[in-house]
């Protein structure tokens, strides 16, 4: 299995616009690794694409990706969604204004997920329906697992009331992959499915020191209800048997620089992506 970092920030790209703080200059001055793009990730096996932020179309051209024909969404929270027009600009032929058949991008979802997705909405009504009725996508809803290809891809849900965000478990030739984002917390780790993991990719929590303008998250903070801090999910990771760590969606307000989380990384067992990066299980 193979997977590469399209997009390594979180809710704010770096260089943040407008912003003049050290990790914003430096991004700036310097681009990738220092700068970052929305969280997403391309899983090389079967053309499978996670998440689509608003600079998709940049994530996809500057990885060289040649095919896409899966999208999974793990939440519809802005930074996740914000590019999902990307289905028409790949699949629209313009002489028809629809969808080329033989480009259509299957769109998996958890049926929970699949629900919700109507609600994302432009002009022309609902996103989906629209995609749909036009050709750019098909909708495949499912209850707990779909197998696309070789790959074997389980679905657990994060309840957050009426935003329920998922972890995909992703499983081929005997490896497993856990896709763990953002907002993951109750962690399930309880479940079977996202333990002994050879690779958890996952945001790395609250760092408590070291943010812009000295501030402390105080314990009543809305973050803490669907973060870890940094040491808890490190804790979280050793507790589910994770053979390795990849920390993604890396927010601008940590105040952390590429180099500074080098400094925090062990070897090949714990790592902090950086856009572009490709890995192998």
Same mark, same amino acid.
């Not at 969808?99 to 609600?119: C, D, F, H, Q, V």
């Not at 020191?209 to 990771?237: C, K, M, W």
């Given at each position: ?24 200059? !430096? ?60 289905? !028409?600009?790949?699949? $629209? ?39 749909? &009725? ?17 790959? /074997? ?11 329920? /965000?998922? #972890? ?42 070291? #943010? ?23 804790? $979280?990771? &050793? ?43």
């Amino acid at each position: 299995m193979e997977l590469t970092v399209l997009g390594s920030g979180g809710c704010t790209v770096i260089p943040k616009p407008l912003c003049r703080c050290r990790v914003c200059r !430096e991004a700036r001055a310097k681009g990738p690794p220092y700068a970052r793009t929305g969280p997403a990730v391309f899983i090389h096996d079967e053309n499978v694409l996670i998440d689509a932020p608003a600079e998709i179309a940049l994530q996809l051209n500057r990885a060289g990706i040649q095919q896409l024909d899966y999208l999974l969404l793990t939440h519809l929270d802005p930074d996740h969604v914000e590019g999902l027009r990307i289905v !028409e600009q790949i699949t $629209l032929d313009f002489r028809s204004w629809r969808g080329l058949p033989e480009k259509t991008i299957r769109l998996p979802a958890p049926r929970a997920l699949a629900e919700r997705l109507p609600r994302l909405r432009s002009q022309y009504g609902s996103y989906t329906e629209y995609f749909q &009725e036009r050709g750019f996508i098909e909708l495949q809803p499912f209850a707990d697992a779909v197998r696309i290809g070789d790959l /074997s891809i389980s679905a657990v849900g994060v309840p957050r009331g009426d935003q329920t /965000s998922f #972890l995909y478990v992703l499983e081929k030739g005997g490896r497993k992959l856990v896709y763990a984002p953002c907002d993951i917390k109750p962690f399930p780790e309880n479940r079977p499915e996202i333990r002994n993991a050879d690779l958890l990719v996952v945001q790395p929590g609250l760092f408590e020191n070291g #943010l812009q303008g000295g501030f402390v998250f105080p314990p009543d903070h809305i973050s803490r209800t669907t973060l870890y801090t940094f040491r808890e999910t490190l804790e $979280l990771a &050793e507790r589910i048997g994770a053979r390795r760590i990849l920390f993604v969606h890396l927010e601008e307000y940590w105040n952390r620089s590429h180099d500074d989380y080098r400094l925090l990384e062990d070897g090949q067992r714990i790592r902090f992506a950086y856009d572009g990066m490709r890995v192998a299980l």
